[in-house]
């Protein structure tokens, strides 16, 4: 959706995006952290570990 809309606008000027844009790629960066989050930072921190 980022991409597209900076496609049409043809700039990354965050004045020029939609701000419901904005929101909505904002809450699923975080429900996607909150999802995903644990099991990412398991993994990483197990892979240090072994190092």
């Not at 699923?28 to 197990?46: A, F, H, N």
Request: hydrophobic share 55%.
């Amino acid at each position: 959706m980022l991409g597209i809309m900076l496609g049409i606008y043809g700039t990354a000027e965050m004045g020029s995006f939609p701000i419901w844009l904005v929101i909505v790629v904002s809450l699923v960066m975080s429900l996607g952290t909150t999802l995903g989050g644990r099991k990412i930072i398991k993994s990483v921190g197990m892979d240090m570990v072994k190092m």
